[in-house]
């Protein structure tokens, strides 16, 4: 191992010796070690790490090739896993315009270096503004929960309150981001839901909402695939405190749903994934947030906006950052909330997919995707002894399956799905322990027909085996 006190990394900057030393002088201290004296020494490793030999760009390649290959993918199994990753038809213009190298290397952007991508972004934005009939959408925060999270303590400043509330049927993951995100200045409450239906429980929302909420989060559809129909009545309560309405949306409901803006919602956000991007083992998320444009509520934006305006030569346009002034990347330290550079370049590809399919295209993908859900839970809920957890209720693409009255699992269930190359829906048996075993399952417009009688055949071998 080179001594680190002679040693100059090939490919990490500032490690020349003489280098290092020099910035270790200008800011007052001796040794490198000394920048990590804030870290408990309990997280540090005081001993070298045990690493693999070197590898070659061959070998290298071929071991990553071999840890990959041992994935089980959507390509390869018939799948009805989402819960908050989809599985949707992604048009092949979206990947090649989003690795054009303008893009993809365009990696902060500045006017320097922008190539389209200030215009790109703007695009993006009015395209989804429309969507979710708003005036203002900002550049992508890293997913849907960030956005969430973004959007309550936007609210939180604006009213100078300190309690969000949630209904209990928010993804318990998204929950544990968003708590994250708005400890200690925020504090999150919950609202029941309706057993029978999945949807807010209106009598206990009333009980909670007083002078001290700043916001109510709620989704539609939502984790559960619920279409929350009582929008109206739960925007009411909310502004009757006058605290802030908050939807998170699936955008590519929005084709069939109502959106958000229309029933009472102040801020909507949600997750842009659906437009254009791949799985990806879990990613590529991206969020977005959407405002009325209200000084109140663009000021109240941490992450970048970008806008159009005339140039100095007549009949010219420009693109560019509005109130710069407001972020991080002005304030640093000082900024409302610490924005990088986020996921701009999925912003670019959901502007090409709203613009490949736009509202006709939006509103055929939004019919396609609820008749085969429908069709699924009708084939699923005829098979004896499984039932839909909330029939009766709306949904959109997911929807929650009883298989209590099976005598089996859910696990057990989807272990024997796998033997059959599918994946099955989500286990919810931990998250929601009251139910018994349900599972969520997700149908979308990539599911065929056969698809669909192939999952329920199989299920109905596995429920019939003795």
Not at 256 to 261: A, D, E, G, K, N
Not at 368 to 389: E, F, H, V, W
Request: hydrophobic share 40%; net charge negative.
């Amino acid at each position: 191992m080179p001594n680190n006190r002679t040693y100059a990394h090939p490919y990490i900057p500032n490690t020349v010796p003489e280098v290092r030393d020099a910035m270790l002088k200008e800011i007052g201290l001796s040794s490198m070690d000394q920048l990590h004296d804030a870290i408990p020494d309990s997280l540090k490793l005081n001993r070298e790490m045990n690493l693999p030999p070197a590898m070659n760009e061959y070998e290298l390649r071929r071991h990553v090739e071999g840890v990959l290959a041992k994935n089980k993918h959507g390509a390869a199994y018939l799948n009805f896993l989402g819960a908050g990753c989809w599985q949707h038809f992604i048009p092949a213009i979206c990947d090649e315009i989003n690795q054009r190298s303008e893009f993809v290397t365009a990696y902060a952007g500045e006017p320097y270096e922008d190539h389209g991508r200030f215009q790109t972004l703007f695009e993006y934005q009015s395209l989804m503004a429309e969507l979710v009939d708003m005036d203002v959408v900002n550049v992508p925060t890293f997913d849907w929960a960030q956005a969430a999270s973004t959007a309550i303590r936007m609210a939180g400043r604006m009213t100078g309150r300190s309690v969000a509330l949630l209904p209990k049927s928010v993804d318990p993951d998204k929950v544990m981001i968003i708590h994250n995100y708005c400890t200690p200045v925020m504090e999150l409450r919950f609202v029941d839901i309706d057993e029978a239906t999945g949807k807010m429980d209106l009598n206990d929302l009333r009980n909670k909402l007083s002078s001290d909420i700043a916001a109510v989060y709620f989704e539609n559809p939502g984790y559960l695939g619920i279409i929350e129909d009582q929008g109206h009545q739960i925007a009411e309560l909310v502004h009757d405190v006058n605290a802030i309405c908050i939807v998170g949306v699936d955008p590519i409901s929005l084709g069939v749903l109502q959106p958000p803006s229309q029933y009472g919602a102040d801020i909507v956000c949600g997750d842009l994934q659906p437009l254009g991007m791949h799985m990806n083992y879990g990613g590529g998320q991206a969020g977005f947030i959407a405002t009325r444009d209200e000084e109140a509520y663009v000021m109240e934006y941490p992450s970048r906006l970008f806008g159009i305006v005339p140039t100095e030569v007549e009949g010219e346009y420009g693109f560019g950052d509005v109130a710069y002034e407001r972020t991080s990347f002005a304030l640093r330290e000082k900024g409302k909330e610490s924005v990088g550079t986020q996921t701009a370049l999925w912003g670019i590809t959901a502007g090409v997919y709203l613009a490949l399919l736009g509202p006709t295209g939006m509103q055929e993908v939004g019919e396609t995707i609820m008749q085969k859900s429908q069709y699924a839970a009708k084939l699923l809920s005829s098979i004896p002894g499984i039932s839909l957890r909330f029939e009766g209720t709306a949904f959109f693409k997911e929807f929650v399956v009883d298989f209590n009255e099976t005598g089996l699992t859910v696990a057990q269930i989807n272990a024997s799905l796998l033997e059959a190359g599918i994946f099955g829906g989500k286990d919810l048996s931990a998250t929601f322990p009251s139910w018994g075993q349900c599972a969520l399952y997700c149908v979308t417009e990539i599911h065929s027909q056969a698809d669909l009688d192939r999952l329920a055949d199989a299920i109905q071998t596995i429920v019939r085996k003795p």
